[in-house]
């Protein structure tokens, strides 16, 4: 049950990280839940695990590092178009 609920978190981090940096409507439903469980492990990498937490992924170390991801990815993709 805890993977559903990392899903689901990872899901919405995500999404949020998307809609901040314009580019959540490319991405899709997979590409959130990627972004926001790859942008938690590198923001509690980065950041810490600090602040409110739902399903082990600590908020807000978690956004920062998915827009941080979101940034990055979308950045390469455009180079390479």
Same mark, same amino acid.
């Given at each position: 049950?805890? =993977?559903? =609920?990392?899903?689901?978190?990872?899901?919405?981090?995500? !999404?949020? !990280?998307?809609?901040?940096?314009?580019?959540?409507?490319?991405?899709? =439903?997979?590409g959130? &839940?990627? !972004?926001?469980?790859?942008?938690?492990?590198?923001? +509690?990498?980065?950041?810490?695990s =600090?602040? %409110?937490?739902?399903?082990?992924? !600590? &908020?807000? %170390?978690?956004? &920062?590092?998915?827009? &941080?991801?979101?940034?990055?990815?979308?950045?390469?993709? +455009?180079?390479?178009?």
């Amino acid at each position: 049950m805890h =993977w559903l =609920w990392v899903l689901i978190v990872g899901a919405i981090i995500g !999404a949020i !990280a998307g809609a901040l940096t314009n580019h959540g409507k490319s991405m899709g =439903w997979i590409g959130n &839940i990627i !972004a926001g469980i790859v942008g938690s492990s590198l923001g +509690e990498g980065i950041l810490g695990s =600090w602040g %409110p937490q739902m399903a082990g992924m !600590a &908020i807000i %170390p978690s956004l &920062i590092g998915a827009i &941080i991801l979101v940034v990055i990815v979308s950045f390469i993709i +455009e180079k390479m178009s």
